[in-house]
């Protein structure tokens, strides 16, 4: 089992930045690949970024590229992502995923086994 709880969000101004965590606990963090998510209301839910094991491949939507980083610690067993030059159309629940099926970066919501909560990123005009 893992356990993951987003953290971060809030309400930015458009070109503003917002760095969201996720702390997981259960499985040895280290062990699994990791995404952000993300659902504007009336849409369903895309694929924002994703991070291997070892954090060292990573993968982005076309919508992230150049302006999100993700990131993670395995020491401190968290996930970001760094937003910056935020858009309106960033505005969305946020949500962090885990796969214990697979340690490679994926876009696909169905590779991920756990969840977490969500959290709002709002970003005015």
């Known amino acids: 089992q893992v356990q993951l709880v987003e953290s971060g969000g809030g309400l930015v101004q458009a070109g503003g930045s917002l760095r969201l965590s996720c702390a997981a606990s259960?499985?040895?963090?280290?062990?699994?690949?990791m995404g952000w998510f993300r659902q504007a209301p009336g849409k369903e839910r895309e694929f924002v970024a994703a991070?291997?094991?070892?954090?060292?491949?990573?993968m982005y939507a076309d919508s992230a590229k150049g302006r999100f980083t993700i990131s993670r610690d395995n020491t401190k067993n968290t996930l970001y992502l760094q937003m910056n030059s935020l858009k309106p159309e960033d505005t969305a629940v946020y949500y962090c995923?885990?796969?214990?099926?697979?340690?490679?970066?994926?876009?696909?919501?169905?590779?991920?086994?756990?969840w977490g909560q969500g959290t709002q990123v709002t970003v005015s005009s």
């Open positions: 259960g499985r040895t963090f280290s062990s699994y690949a």
């Open positions: 991070i291997s094991w070892s954090g060292v491949s990573t």
């Open positions: 995923a885990a796969t214990v099926r697979y340690q490679y970066p994926s876009a696909s919501s169905t590779s991920y086994n756990y």
